[in-house]
C-alpha cells in the first residue's frame, strides 16, 4: 500500500520558519517526483515545489522562490520543504504528492496524495 504522510505544519509569526516532512512508504522513492501543493480556503490548489528523484532537478512557483528550498532523502524515502521568510499569504494546507511522471503543476499528474498540513502564518 502507498502512503504519504506529512508533518511538521503549525502556527508561526510572519519572517519564521518551517520545515514540513513527507515520508514515503509503498514506493520506489528513486522513480517518482516528488510536488508540494498547498490550497488556501476558497482557493484552488496550486504547486509549490517539485523535485524529481532521478537527477535532483528542482522547481519552484515564483511566489515561493527564494524562501522555500525543497530535498530529499532518498534514504529515508522522505521528502522535505524548508520555509523560511513566510508571509500571511502562505497560510495553506500544504499537501505532498508523487507522480511517475516529471515534475508539472498539473494536479491530474499526481497520482497519490497525503492527508495535508496546516500552515499558518500569523501577521
Known amino acids: 500500500e502507498v502512503q504519504l504522510v506529512e508533518s511538521g ?4 509569526q ?4 518551517l ?4 515520508a514515503a512508504s509503498g514506493f520506489t522513492f ?3 517526483s516528488w ?16 523535485i524529481e528523484s532521478h ?3 528542482t522547481y519552484y512557483a515564483d511566489s515561493v522562490k527564494g524562501r522555500f528550498t525543497i530535498s530529499s532523502d532518498n534514504a529515508k524515502n522522505t521528502v522535505y520543504l524548508q520555509m523560511n521568510s513566510l508571509k500571511p499569504e502562505d497560510t495553506a494546507v500544504y499537501y505532498c504528492a508523487a507522480t511517475i511522471l516529471s515534475c508539472s503543476w498539473y494536479l491530474v499528474s499526481f497520482g497519490s ?3 495535508g498540513t496546516q500552515v499558518t502564518v500569523s501577521s
Not at 9 to 12: A, S
Not at 14 to 17: I, K, L, N, T
Not at 38 to 49: F, I, L
Open 19 to 22: 520545515r514540513l516532512s513527507c
Open 55 to 57: 537527477d535532483g532537478s
Open 35 to 50: 510536488g508540494w501543493f498547498r490550497q488556501a480556503p476558497g482557493k484552488e490548489r496550486e504547486g509549490v515545489s517539485c
Open 9 to 12: 505544519g503549525g502556527l508561526v
Open 14 to 17: 510572519a519572517g519564521g520558519s
Open 113 to 115: 496524495w497525503g492527508q
Open 30 to 32: 528513486d522513480d517518482y
